[in-house]
């Protein structure tokens, strides 16, 4: 407690009082992990051990130790106003979700997108944590059913994992990439269901598939392979030739590569793919 941080610190701010930070049902909390991982920060510090810095270190302390500092909730927006030391790392598990504001650079969100306009026959989309908690910014901690207030903001990646809790079903890549807002549009995921997802929407207009009478060598009797596809990149262990048949044309470099009978298409050499 005794160390002086850098010396370039800035004068403290006021900091933020619980009255203007904090949103019903949200309850901050100090969170060590998230101060020792901040940069000129280490495993030798506690957000009890460190209150002499929530003034002149806000932005570290105030984020991470909130109930040491008796400061509350603190968004991303009022982390970036403060002019003092640290860092605004978001999201981080001492700020709740629901009272913090992603990124500050996020665009105004763009109407959610509705079953009725995207759902395809037969899809039902469902809540994928999985897929949330790989997409960039996000971590384990997350969960589509906590995480609803960024339905909106972070639309991409929420109405994209998390169809159910959002209430926005179906969102092909097409879509999503369309939606000015944060988030990434990774395609396959088992959040989206092949029926309704238009994989790459960057992949030109399929050519017609090559039938088995001009690809096919004597004696040659292509198959499916279920690890071929597995293993190729952007897809998973839970994929199947079977169960992706949506993606015959769009994704054929690898379902007509790894799944000629779910596709219909025979063999295809490395020149034809």
């Known amino acids: ?84 030391s640290g860092t605004c790392t978001y999201p981080n598990d001492a700020q709740c979700a629901v009272s913090t504001t992603m990124p500050s650079t996020t665009a105004a969100p763009t109407p959610a997108p509705t079953n009725t306009t995207t759902a395809l026959a037969g899809c039902v989309p469902k809540d994928d944590d999985v897929c949330l908690q790989q997409s960039p910014h996000w971590n384990s901690g997350y969960t589509c ?19 159910d809790s959002c209430g926005t079903g179906a969102l ?53 392979d279920d690890v071929c596809l597995q293993q190729s990149p952007h897809w998973g262990s839970s994929y199947t030739c079977e169960g992706s048949t949506g993606w015959c044309e769009s994704w054929a470099k690898d379902m007509q590569r790894c799944c000629p009978d779910s596709c219909g298409t025979g063999a295809l050499t490395e020149e034809q793919c």
Do not use: I
């Not at 988030?183 to 994989?199: L, S």
């Open 145 to 163: 059913e906590g995480s609803t207030g960024w339905c909106e903001s972070w639309a991409k990646d929420m109405q994209r994992c998390c169809p």
């Open 172 to 224: 092909t890549e097409e879509q999503c990439n369309s939606l000015e807002v944060s988030g990434t549009c990774t395609y396959p995921n088992d959040a989206q269901c092949a029926a309704n997802t238009t994989a790459a929407s960057t992949l030109a207009t399929p050519s017609p598939a090559p039938t088995n009478a001009s690809t096919a060598l004597a004696g040659c009797v292509p198959k499916d």
């Open 1 to 84: 407690v005794s160390t002086t941080m850098p010396f370039t610190t800035a004068a403290p701010t006021p900091a933020p009082t619980n009255t203007t930070t904090a949103l019903a049902g949200c309850v901050p909390k100090d969170d060590d992990v998230c101060l020792q991982q901040s940069p000129h920060w280490n495993s030798g510090y506690t957000c009890e051990g460190s209150t002499g810095w929530c003034e002149s270190w806000a932005k570290d302390m105030q984020r991470c130790c909130p109930d040491s500092c008796g400061t509350g909730a603190l968004t991303e927006e009022q982390c970036n106003a403060l002019e003092v």
